[in-house]
Nanobody, 119 residues
Framework: QVQLVESGGGLVQAGGSLRLSCVAS????????MGWFRQAPGKEREFVAE????????SYKDSVKGRFTVSRDNAKNTVYLQMNSLKPEDTAIYYC????????????WGPGTQVTVSS
């Protein structure tokens, strides 16, 4: 059984920073990539960032490029999302996810952590 647990969310003023962490656990945990998604009230869940587990290549949603940085610590099965220059429109529940299974799609999800950016 794979479990993902996020932490680091909270309330911050516009222009501030937060760092999210996600720890993966489970004896059989193995993944090709981990990512961050978010869901704002009344909106669909959207992709934010991804990092490949081997090699560390990254990809980002256009609106967060230059402000967010995704990183990982393979030894700790942990992925991070450093969020700088936060804007009110970044307010959402942020979810950590890991690719897995035969199709390599995102199959493991954390419960989410709330990020609220005040103007």
């Amino acid at each position: 059984q794979v479990q993902l647990v996020e932490s680091g969310g909270g309330l911050v003023q516009a222009g501030g920073s937060l760092r999210l962490s996600c720890v993966a656990s489970g004896r059989s945990f193995s993944t090709s990539a981990m990512g961050w998604f978010r869901q704002a009230p009344g909106k669909e869940r959207e992709f934010v960032a991804e990092i490949r587990w081997s090699g560390g290549s990254t990809s980002y949603k256009d609106s967060v490029k230059g402000r967010f940085t995704v990183s990982r610590d393979n030894a700790k099965n942990t992925v991070y999302l450093q969020m700088n220059s936060l804007k009110p429109e970044d307010t959402a529940i942020y979810y950590c996810a890991a690719r897995g299974g035969v199709t390599g799609t995102y199959v493991f999800w954390g419960p989410g952590t709330q990020v609220t950016v005040s103007s």
